[in-house]
């Protein structure tokens, strides 16, 4: 690969190897240098050392050459800040071998001639509709043709978005389940392991892994062939923290797939609505440099009251349509691009129906019980059957089956996780007049953390070894109401269980979980009532292995 890689140096067109004397190329570890040395001279860089391990922020176009082991959070979040300016990119593999193919793959994208513009192929799962295509684009809901879709994926001369649920383990593509089970993911003997790889058996289409019924209604990461990839998902890219090893994941998959020539994704549990990027596809398809585009998009007013960043895997200058030759009398640079209106690009699209930023509904029940544990009126029987119902809710759908799904988040701060302690984004919930404010607290690496009112009176800290603290001013006897739910993946149980009080009637302040454990990973969440407020904790925990090798 290191050979593919020194055999392009020279190919690398004038304007491209212009721009990219200005960046650099850093290697992450000692192993992966000569691939990064080797890059950065196929693409006209200068090789510079990662300075620091946790920098405050990455730009200015440049390559960050790593093994997936050693891309940290930190890391990621410094290439995604918002700032004037190219974000950076990964170039990521889970072996040496794998990171050399996807650089060769990278580095010859990049000197691609491009003598049109892309196919550009919308999937969005939540549409209740099948393939509406025209000659240059396509639409796809969730009642696509399964076998036209996997050809749509696999064309290779597309620009692809896909806006759906996925967790960085696997993804919602309408028909199909975007899943990376293969050899490989069976042999893969890590101790934080996926549920279906613990029990055989996938979760999300009932079925065996294998059986013919999930090879039919899976599609590999390796399927997908693209010039690039935009996965506005719930969480693309896990923490490497996070309670499933993304060694696992369809993310990394993608990620370092030589078939895309870039990926863009998400990296934190904030999804934006398929509108919000079509600015973003259409730079890309006027020809602005992936990394302008996306850093555009993180610096926007939406993406930043939202929370929501996007991570780039691939090289920053890689461009996915001819760049005009004007727009409006001027030069096409970025400046230009970005301030061109999304409405003034020709286009034979068809027309999207309007899509909802939310998932479903809101359950009129939920509201309800939440309005009643919510209001400081109301009997006690009232109360305790509200409270009843929410659990059930809980140990149904998890924290997301109660949150209130019709509300929008319209302020958003970084606080501290109130389980791993790690920067979280807080989202402002404003919910039914009934039910009032909440704040819903999102961690890369616990997920929906916290659902509770503004300034709760106590936390609930939930560690990794299945232990329970609770941190404040706990209620006093007699006037609150707690339990705990417990939902297991391998077996797949839910059981619930009421908060145990102490020798003073308070709830308990300790509580040890570790029973539950088990060889997959599974959910805890704890609920209390008191004094008119309602607060919701919850945390996926690893899987606790049988046996750990020394």
């Not at 893969?188 to 058996?201: A, N, Q």
């Not at 690039?228 to 993310?251: H, K, V």
Request: aromatic share 4%; proline share 9%.
């Amino acid at each position: 690969m290191l050979q593919v890689l020194a055999s392009g140096a020279s190919r690398v067109n004038c304007e491209q190897g212009a721009a990219s004397r200005a960046a650099v190329c850093h290697a992450i570890g000692s192993a992966t240098r000569p691939i990064a040395e080797a890059y950065a001279k196929a693409t006209g860089r200068a090789f510079r050392p990662l300075s620091s391990s946790t920098p405050h922020r990455l730009g200015g176009g440049a390559v960050i050459v790593t093994l997936a082991d050693d891309l940290t959070d930190e890391l990621v979040d410094a290439a995604t800040a918002p700032g004037a300016g190219s974000v950076a990119g990964f170039l990521v593999g889970r072996s040496l071998e794998e990171l050399g193919a996807k650089a060769a793959a990278s580095a010859a994208a990049l000197r691609r001639p491009l003598g049109n513009t892309p196919f550009r192929l919308e999937l969005c799962p939540q549409l209740p509709m099948g393939v509406v295509e025209t000659p240059d684009f396509a639409l796809c809901g969730r009642t696509s043709d399964a076998a036209h879709l996997r050809r749509l994926l696999g064309r290779g001369d597309s620009l692809v978005s896909v806006t759906g649920h996925g967790d960085g383990i696997d993804g919602d593509l309408g028909p199909l389940v975007l899943c990376p089970v293969d050899a490989a993911f069976a042999a893969e003997d890590r101790p934080r392991k996926p549920t279906c790889r613990v029990s055989g058996h996938c979760h999300r289409l009932h079925v065996g892994r294998e059986t013919p019924a999930f090879a039919e209604a899976t599609l590999h990461p390796a399927a997908v062939r693209a010039r690039a990839m935009i996965w506005n998902t719930c969480l693309g890219w896990p923490s490497r923290e996070g309670f499933i090893d993304r060694t696992y994941g369809a993310g990394l998959r993608l990620a370092a797939s030589p078939a895309l020539g870039a990926l863009v994704t998400t990296a934190s549990i904030v999804v934006a609505a398929p509108a919000s990027i079509d600015r973003l596809t259409a730079a890309l398809l006027r020809g602005m440099p992936i990394g302008d585009a996306v850093a555009a998009y993180n610096r926007s007013p939406q993406a930043l009251a939202s929370g929501h960043r996007f991570v780039l895997f691939g090289d920053p200058l890689l461009r996915i349509a001819p760049k005009p030759a004007l727009i409006n009398g001027a030069g096409a640079d970025a400046s230009v691009i970005a301030a061109t209106p999304a409405a003034a690009v020709p286009s034979r699209r068809p027309s999207r129906p309007p899509l909802s930023p939310v998932a479903a509904a809101p359950d009129e029940a939920v509201l309800a019980a939440l309005a009643k544990l919510t209001s400081p009126h109301g009997d006690e029987a009232s109360r305790r059957s509200a409270f009843a119902g929410l659990t059930d809710a809980l140990a149904k759908g998890g924290l997301e089956g109660v949150w209130v799904r019709a509300s929008k988040a319209s302020t958003q701060c970084e606080r501290p996780c109130p389980h791993c302690g790690s920067p979280s984004s807080r989202l402002t919930l404003e919910g039914s007049a009934t039910v009032g404010q909440r704040l819903l607290t999102i961690c890369r690496r616990c997920e929906g953390a916290a659902d509770t009112p503004p300034a709760p009176r106590f936390f609930a800290h939930l560690d990794t070894a299945a232990d329970w603290r609770l941190r404040g001013e706990r209620p006093r006897a007699g006037g609150w109401l707690g339990s705990l739910v417990v939902r297991r993946c391998e077996p797949f149980t839910t059981e619930v269980e009421p908060w145990p009080a102490d020798a003073e009637g308070r709830p308990r302040a300790t509580l040890d979980c570790g029973r539950f454990s088990g060889p997959a990973p599974m959910t805890l969440a704890a609920m209390f009532q008191a004094q008119g407020e309602l607060s919701i904790f919850s945390r996926p925990l690893p899987a606790q292995p049988e046996e750990v090798t020394p």
